[in-house]
């Protein structure tokens, strides 16, 4: 075991940890084999990853550090409190799941942080993420993802479930890309068996989803770039300078039923979403608006210096607007006629 020492960057006031433990890919280099405390054959990668985060001191966790290189996962890999999951880079370090594999995050004070990550060949109604997380104070940082459409949630899902009989606080993603899956890029949602459904300070900062279920959908028309309030509440959110372009539905969505309040979205770009075909006509009271730029229906919500551009029915939809305030925004070039108008 290799010890580093200074502050593991969790979010929010932990203790420190000195911890870190090394894992190599079967395609790693000679000498990162000859450095790593596990090292991978390719097969059944999630075992010695496993092994790694649970070897690190049970009370103040640690860094599992991954070399370069791909690591086949046929099941999934489970974080424990106050870890650290860490790659090279989103070019460098990839976590690939089949099997129904998944990265599940069920343990408070986790991080994951600079690697690619892909999901594909799941089984009928996997109502899960491939990142799943079900837990409050989680970081997700510099991770790029992508699934086949064979998931039913979303590439990045953060769902209430009633773990530890508490609501879902503190959800970073900075810098995360949910690159053409077929399913939801990011996903909020909850069980519905739980009554503790609220996701409250949560942060989005430099995050795209781009082309969600444009070419491939599990279940389509319903899949968008950003859903942010499926099933669940949510309070105090804030998104910055993040970008949803050339989704199947909205861009920036959240459903009607379902609480918003303290809702801030600061300069956003929506882009070209809407990529279903396009019905003859449209109804309110149907599916079609759900191919607006932001899709934002009762609740709280404030944008600064948003922007709306080729989305197919609306750039801004908004029901209810007491409460909705705009400043700065712009919305041009939308409507049906602008775009293309089917899938690849």
């Not at 890919?25 to 990162?32: I, K, R």
């Not at 996997?126 to 699934?147: E, K, L, S």
């Not at 709306?308 to 750039?315: D, I, L, M, T």
């Amino acid at each position: 075991m290799f010890l580093v020492f200074g502050m593991v960057p969790f979010v929010g006031a932990l203790e420190p940890s000195t911890a870190t433990i090394t894992v190599a890919a079967s395609d790693s280099t000679s000498t990162a084999k000859a450095q790593a405390d596990y090292v991978c054959d390719g097969s059944n990668d999630q075992a010695e990853i496993q092994n790694a985060i649970n070897a690190l001191p049970p009370a103040s966790g640690g860094t599992v550090q991954l070399t370069e290189g791909t690591f086949n996962c046929a099941g999934s890999i489970l974080p424990k409190a106050h870890t650290t999951l860490s790659g090279q880079g989103d070019d460098k370090t990839f976590i690939r799941f089949t099997n129904d594999g998944i990265l599940r995050v069920d343990a408070e004070y986790v991080t994951l942080e600079n690697f690619h990550v892909k999901g594909t060949g799941y089984s009928a109604s996997r109502d899960f993420g491939v990142v799943y997380i079900r837990a409050g104070h989680n970081a997700v940082r510099d991770v790029t993802g992508t699934a086949d459409r064979t998931i039913q949630g979303g590439l990045f899902y953060v769902r209430s479930v009633g773990l530890g009989n508490k609501n879902i606080e503190d959800i970073e993603f900075t810098r995360v890309v949910a690159d053409s899956p077929g399913t939801y890029g990011f996903l909020h949602s909850s069980w519905g068996g739980t009554n503790y459904k609220v996701h409250k300070n949560v942060r989005y900062t430099d995050c795209k989803a781009i082309d969600c279920g444009r070419y491939s959908a599990y279940n389509p028309p319903w899949v968008t770039g950003f859903d942010f309030a499926e099933l669940n509440d949510i309070e105090n959110l804030r998104v910055t300078r993040c970008v949803a372009e050339g989704t199947l539905e909205s861009g920036f969505h959240f459903e009607y039923g379902p609480t918003k309040k303290d809702i801030v979205l600061t300069d956003c770009i929506s882009r070209n979403n809407g990529q279903k075909p396009f019905p003859k006509t449209y109804s309110l009271g149907g599916e079609d608006y759900f191919g607006s730029g932001y899709y934002a229906p009762k609740g709280s919500y404030t944008f600064n210096n948003c922007t709306a551009e080729g989305n197919s029915a609306y750039g801004f939809f908004f029901s209810y607007p007491d409460g909705v305030y705009l400043y700065d925004c712009t919305d041009f070039e939308t409507g049906r006629g602008g775009r293309p108008t089917t899938q690849r």
